[in-house]
């Protein structure tokens, strides 16, 4: 299940606009009535997220709802700043030498539709090339002004998985075999062929079974990546490898690699709420 992300093409380039003739302060400030519009308007998103707090047990205020399309605007406005002005971000690690020596050696990255992984390429320690493999579901407009960004990051590609899925698989194995990085987006699952139901906030969910799948056929380390927003273009990142044994059946291996990051995902969901931006039932069937 995907849902079109908010936001549309005027609105962005237009915060985009003023944000380079006012500065970040300004935006920020601005995002407060623009939130205010989605608030009102978004009925699908507030049924959605109502779901989703009501499986970690929080009531669902109309003040715990507006923070969380709060934090949604200022994660999606660093996306587009943090391409533009790299140099404005502050990145905390948890583990510096650990993140680059697992990009500089080109494993295979774990990101998830939460807090800042739309900017976590900004600053990755290394000038290894990083493989973003996703379907991303967000208006054409809103990308061509992401396209247009003047200062592109040179060591980041965009393997489409709305291309041909032979297409796909090839550029997939070309980078692995190049000891590049491909990251996937492991919380959502695009391809039924690549779709396993794991408990997750009590309930059975979809998850995508194609990263582990990858690094087993591959033999390529997982790494696991978590982006926290923690203030004004300031973000932590939080990071783990997670275990495959290749000793074992691929389905077993699959499954133990794959539930071993929904624990790790369930416990930074836990910890910051309103920073998962799958605003759409995860848990429909």
């Known amino acids: 299940m995907a849902t079109i ?9 237009l915060v985009f606009t003023l944000y380079k003739f006012f500065g970040y ?48 605007a200022m994660c999606m406005v660093d996306r587009f700043i943090s391409k533009y002005d790299c140099a404005s971000y502050t990145y905390t ?3 510096k030498d650990f993140i680059k020596e697992k990009v500089d050696s080109g494993s295979i ?21 990083i493989n973003v493999v996703m379907k991303e579901v967000i208006l054409s407009s809103i990308k061509q002004i992401e396209n247009s960004i003047n200062n592109p990051l040179k060591n980041v590609r965009i393997i489409d998985q709305s291309l041909n899925p032979i297409e796909v698989s090839i550029k997939i194995a070309n980078a692995i075999s190049n000891k590049e990085c491909v990251a996937f987006m492991a919380d959502r699952a695009v391809d039924p062929r690549f779709t396993q139901k794991v408990e997750f906030l009590g309930e059975l969910a979809s998850f995508n ?13 997982l790494t696991l990546f978590f982006i926290v927003h923690k203030g004004l273009q300031n973000y932590y ?20 690699s794959l539930n071993e990051y929904v624990k790790d995902f369930e416990a930074i969901v836990k ?6 931006f799958n605003l759409y039932n995860f848990w429909e069937r």
């Open 209 to 221: 079974t194609n990263p582990f799948k990858v690094a087993y056929k591959t033999k390529t380390p």
């Open 271 to 276: 910890k910051y709420p309103n920073q998962w």
């Open 93 to 95: 690690y948890e583990n």
């Open 25 to 72: 302060k300004f935006t920020y400030y601005l995002m407060y009535p623009v939130t205010f519009f989605y608030f009102i308007f978004a009925s699908n998103v507030y049924k959605s997220l109502k779901i989703y707090y009501e499986k970690l047990n929080i009531p669902f205020t109309k003040k715990i709802y507006y923070n969380h399309l709060f934090m949604f």
């Open 237 to 256: 990142v939080h990071s783990k490898e997670i275990k495959m044994d290749f000793d074992l059946d691929e389905n077993i291996a699959v499954t133990n």
């Open 109 to 129: 990255l774990l990101l998830s539709h939460f807090g800042g992984w739309s900017s976590s390429t900004c600053n990755t320690l290394s000038n290894n090339i």
């Open 5 to 13: 992300q908010r936001g549309s093409g005027w609105s962005i380039k």
